[in-house]
């Protein structure tokens, strides 16, 4: 009761963010591509236990390390394979982010209510929410990088709390590639004064660092040992986007803010005008401002040097966006009572504090609500011509570009026309081409093409816009 006390916005915080995460989650099928990608990766594991070497439809993946696939994996094994194991998660650690971010908005500002607003802000930002309700990665690195953060604050007040972090930040490092080594910017800002303060320090400080690489090493180790592209592909490509050292001194910051302003909606003015009281007030002086700043820092300077980057790739900056609108806005509020020596108006200024953040809330649910919510259990062709390629037993071509939601609805290997060697990347000379029995997918328009070249075949299935055929001599 004394902790429902203390922590009364979480009565308030985990039901309703509940509520928004959950709700109408699985009305519709995974989206191609990564959700599909993502959910036929973690079906495999789920079948094999096998981690160390993920396969999504006969080939190697190792794109990002396995802990976000072995989470959706174990979900499948205890709620089956549907879209809601594959997102749940997700969903389920979107609400502990929610959660997460409250008790660093209170421990960073020393208030529930700063702690209340910061929850808000980012789970009433629509790219925030839409990723927590997918099968993707995003909402399982927020949460590990949240946690990190989280537990690095508590063991520059208890140093026994830097094993736990040095644990949640492999766990961070295992979830998405490359993404969450900013946070160890933020642990060292923390936690380095504390290390060598004692030998007790000293010795967590080892058991942290070995904790740490007992975690992360092997899984890396496997895939440089076994996969001559792995370190191009994983760190360069993927991780790194193929940038260069110098493109980090390129800024584009058009497309970046632009993507962020579209992300958070409301929150993205509110951000700035925060930032310009913190600056102006110079209140960045103060550690807790300064720790939110860098971390701003770190996690949005890399977008701002490229144009080659998507909407959900700034959920990161999210965080501590959040905590600088809701800590900047506490401020300004503090700074005005200070200035105008009404300290006996403090609770009505705090009421104006919680209403203000409560009213724009309201406003992005009510603008993003139809984006977000499907209104109907809605099944493309493209899922339904997938299912119904589960029965055959011969090999199936798609001539299409729904890959990932072929495989993980049909739940059989796939061969695409996209990658055969010309001219049968094309349907017509590659069933005219191809031995042996095979069925294909196709678009139905295809058929009238396959009717002018003279090939005789038999449609299996279809639906509005795809078939199922076979030759039929």
Do not use: C
């Amino acid at each position: 009761m004394n902790l429902l006390k203390k922590h009364w916005p979480l009565l308030i915080l985990i039901p309703l963010f509940s509520f928004l995460i959950f709700f109408r989650i699985n009305w519709l099928t995974l989206v191609n591509w990564d959700e599909a990608w993502y959910g036929s990766i973690a079906k495999n594991i789920a079948a094999t236990g096998n981690f160390m070497k993920m396969d999504w439809n006969g080939k190697i993946y190792y794109h990002h390390p396995p802990l976000g696939f072995i989470l959706i994996a174990l979900s499948i094994k205890i709620l089956g394979n549907n879209e809601f194991a594959v997102r749940f998660p997700s969903a389920i650690l979107g609400v502990g982010a929610i959660i997460l971010i409250y008790f660093l908005g209170k421990r960073l500002f020393k208030s529930n209510l700063v702690g209340f607003a910061s929850s808000l802000i980012i789970g009433t930002s629509v790219w925030y929410l839409i990723r927590t309700r997918s099968g993707d990665l995003d909402s399982i690195f927020i949460f590990f990088y949240l946690l990190t953060v989280f537990f690095s604050l508590k063991s520059k007040e208890n140093f026994k709390w830097f094993i736990p972090t040095m644990i949640a930040f492999a766990a961070l490092l295992l979830s998405k590639t490359l993404v969450g080594a900013s946070a160890g910017i933020l642990i060292l800002f923390n936690n380095l004064n504390q290390v060598f303060k004692s030998k007790k320090n000293l010795t967590l400080s080892t058991i942290g660092v070995l904790a740490f690489l007992i975690l992360l090493v092997p899984w890396y180790y496997v895939q440089l040992t076994s996969f001559e592209s792995f370190y191009r592909e994983h760190f360069i490509a993927v991780g790194m986007r193929n940038k260069t050292f110098l493109s980090y001194f390129h800024i584009e910051t058009f497309l970046p803010l632009f993507y962020l302003h579209m992300g958070v909606r409301k929150w993205y003015y509110i951000w700035l005008a925060a930032l310009g009281l913190i600056i102006i007030t110079l209140r960045f002086i103060k550690k807790n401002f300064l720790l939110i700043l860098i971390w701003n820092v770190i996690v949005l300077y890399p977008f701002l040097t490229t144009n080659e980057t998507h909407i959900w790739h700034l959920i990161p900056v999210y965080l501590p966006l959040s905590l600088i609108i809701a800590g900047g806005v506490f401020w300004g509020k503090e700074f005005f009572i200070k200035i105008t020596r009404l300290k006996k108006l403090d609770w009505l200024a705090n009421v104006f504090y919680v209403l203000f953040f409560i009213f724009i809330s309201s406003w992005q649910i009510r603008n993003f609500y139809k984006e977000v919510y499907p209104t109907s259990h809605f099944v493309p062709d493209d899922v339904d011509i997938s299912k119904k390629a589960a029965k055959y037993n011969v090999q199936i071509y798609l001539d299409d570009n729904f890959y990932p939601v072929a495989i993980f609805y049909s739940g059989k290997h796939i061969y695409s026309l996209i990658d055969l060697p010309d001219p049968n990347k094309k349907a017509v000379p590659f069933f005219e081409n191809q031995q042996g029995e095979f069925v294909l997918i196709t678009r139905n328009y295809t058929l009238r093409e396959l009717d002018n070249a003279g090939l005789k075949y038999k449609v299996l299935d279809s639906n509005s816009f795809l078939s199922i055929i076979k030759k039929n001599d």
